[in-house]
């Protein structure tokens, strides 16, 4: 019963900005994916990028993740420009920044146990005493609502959720300060995605760290986020604070979105009405 | 023209049953139990959504109205489509329901059309096997296509699946299911793989279509909201069994089941309340859940008796209820 994800003290966020990101631009042969997007996440906030299929919020968090390369335009991590190809950079980038997906079950190794594969960053990232590493891997498990059964289980052995959270833990064993989640609680029953949302929002509260939160889901862009863009066709067509932007849309896109989520009242035949409307520029 | 004919032949031959029947389903595999007395009636005319997570079985439900069982799985019950008995039915009764009473939409209209195969062909292949000539076919697929909002129908016919995006293929099984013009129409999470702006269309489509011809639907979905927008009755499945049915906006208004109250107050919600609660433990399939009550161990509510025996369903406010501490008053 926290209320709602904005749960910071006021002033947690602040500082000099995580990511600046300026002029981002992605092109795939002669399809452009993203077309000039700017926004700076800052400590401890957390930034939504709603869209639908096609609107190129998923490049953006791999272009930040470092999955894909910009075509142009600038992406500064702490300061620092995002594309280093050496080993030095890549450490350096992976330990600020780490990425959630949809489903990690890809994400890990099948025949090593969830232990085994949280405790792989901290092999990276601080070499030392396989002791304080059992511990920092319980600790982490732990804090992600694992029990020592599950720790010692196969991926396969989890459910979605369960390795959702094995997901999260292993994100957050180099002390990230920024995690970006990419459809993160997409394809989770309602029940265990209420598990993973009560438990990023708890999250950010004990440790201050920042969200990127790639969605299509208006409601749960709006539980976890303070604020968020609106993104279609690769472009931001609205950005502001998240309460704002659902309350009072301005652009008909946002309008549009709003009106597709099912509610009381709602009238299926007025929101293809409105799509019409959109796609005929 | 064609539905008037038809209802009135329906009238004559005494078959004004529901669109579908299903009582007292229970579904085993070996020694796994995978349903247990499930009952859910459509009438025709009527939107009935099932709701459930993974492993409720509420697709194992809509899939028995076609006689699709797991392999090797025994049936007990009773299961009727338009009066026409599902269950006991051989080949070439279980054949003619699946031809001419129900038709289903799937959530993935990629993975259930052949994708070598031009639209054309799988709309009127379901024509054609009840002898209607080729080019009669081909004109009514070309008007279903046009019923369902797909420009250009006749150079529709000759395209293939890839040639369409998500939504529009949806369109195209839509109408492929509408072509025998069944009595049932099963929706299994029919726009769970699509955009919130076409899913939207998709909805609109099918309650426009179902209402001008007078066909039962039933809508499963995981979507509570969306079940509540557009269902005139929902049933909440929870571990195989029927958990609470009630009018669509009753349900949310007043939830009977402490499931259902549980996984509306779960649910991030647009409007209103910002805050969720989330509910401890996975939801379970019917083998593996506790004896009496399944969602007992679970349930905020729940009490010694739970364990005793599977509640009887009782009648609390609008909504039938497998409860014996139904309600929102604190425990």
């Known amino acids: 019963m ?39 996440l800052l400590p401890g906030q957390s930034l939504g990028i709603v869209g639908e ?53 890809g994400s890990f190794d099948p025949r090593r146990t969830v232990a085994e594969s949280v405790a792989e960053p901290l092999r990276l990232h601080a070499p030392g005493p396989a002791a304080a590493r059992r511990a920092r891997v319980a600790e982490l498990l732990d804090q992600v609502g694992l029990n020592e059964r599950l720790g010692a289980a196969l991926p396969r052995e989890l459910s979605g959720g369960q390795r959702q959270r094995a997901a999260i833990a292993r994100a957050l ?91 009381p ?17 | 023209m064609k539905v008037l004919e038809k209802r009135a032949k329906d009238t004559t031959d005494g078959t004004a049953a529901d669109a579908l029947d299903i009582r007292g389903l229970g579904l085993s595999l070996g020694p796994v139990p995978l349903l247990a007395d499930v009952t859910v009636r459509v009438a025709r005319g009527e939107t009935v959504g099932l709701v459930g997570e993974s492993g409720s079985g509420k697709s194992l439900t809509a899939r028995s109205a076609l006689g699709m069982l797991p392999r ?26 699946r031809r001419h009473r129900a038709a289903m939409v799937f959530q993935d209209p990629r993975s259930a059309i052949n994708p070598v195969r031009r639209v ?12 209607v000539p080729a080019k009669a076919a081909r004109s009514r697929a070309a008007d279903l296509l046009a019923q369902v909002g797909i420009r250009d129908p006749r150079g529709a016919l000759r395209r293939y699946p890839h040639e369409f995006s998500g939504g529009m293929l949806q369109r195209v099984m839509i109408a492929g299911a509408l072509a025998a013009e069944p009595d049932l129409l099963l929706a299994d999470e029919p726009t769970t793989a699509l955009d919130v702006t076409t899913q939207a269309e998709v909805v609109g489509l099918l309650r ?33 069994r029927i958990v609470e049915e009630a009018p669509g906006a009753a349900l949310f208004a007043e939830p009977a089941h402490p499931y259902t109250r549980a996984l509306l107050e779960a649910s991030p919600s647009l409007h209103g309340r910002a805050e969720i609660r989330a509910i401890k433990g996975a939801p379970r399939a019917l083998a593996e859940a506790p004896s009496g009550c399944a969602f007992r161990d679970r349930c905020p509510r729940a009490v010694e008796e739970c364990a005793a025996g599977v509640p009887e369903t009782r009648s609390h406010g609008l909504s039938a209820v497998a409860c014996l501490r139904p309600g929102k008053e604190a425990a």
């Open chain 2, 120 to 131: 054309g062909d799988h709309l009127t292949e379901g024509l054609r096997a009840r002898g």
């Open chain 1, 265 to 281: 009242g709602w009238d299926p035949d007025r929101v293809a009405a409105g799509r019409r409307a959109l796609d005929v520029p």
């Open chain 1, 53 to 105: 299929s096609g609107s190129g919020k998923t490049t953006v968090a791999r272009i930040l993740a470092g999955l894909e390369h910009q075509t142009a335009g600038t992406v500064l991590l702490e300061g620092r420009p995002l594309g280093g190809r050496s080993r030095r950079d890549r450490l350096r980038q992976a330990a600020a920044l780490q990425m959630i997906f949809q489903d990690p079950y």
């Open chain 2, 72 to 97: 090797g799985a025994r049936a007990t019950g009773r299961v009727t489509v338009a009066g026409r008995d599902v269950l006991g039915a051989g080949r070439a009764a279980l054949r003619d329901v």
């Open chain 1, 2 to 40: 926290s209320g709602a994800g904005k749960g910071l003290p006021s002033g947690a966020t602040g500082g000099a900005p995580l990511l600046e990101v300026a002029g981002l631009v992605k092109r795939f042969g002669s399809f452009t994916a993203v077309d000039g997007v700017d926004f700076t």
């Open chain 1, 173 to 263: 064993a180099v002390r990230p300060r920024v995690l970006i989640l990419d459809e993160a609680v997409a394809a989770l029953d309602v029940s265990i995605q209420a598990q993973i949302l009560t438990l990023l929002d708890g999250l950010r509260r004990d440790t201050g760290i920042a969200y990127l939160f790639v969605s299509h889901d208006l409601a749960v862009v709006r539980y976890l986020t303070d604020s968020a863009l609106v993104m279609r066709g690769g472009q931001v067509v609205e950005r502001g604070e998240t309460e704002d932007l659902l309350r009072a849309p301005r652009h008909p896109y946002t309008r549009l979105l709003l009106d597709s989520v099912p509610g």
């Open chain 2, 208 to 240: 426009r279509l179902q209402a001008e011809r007078g066909t039962g639907m039933l809508f499963v979905t995981h979507d509570l909201d969306l079940a509540a927008a557009i269902c005139d009755r929902i049933y909440v499945m929870y571990a195989g």
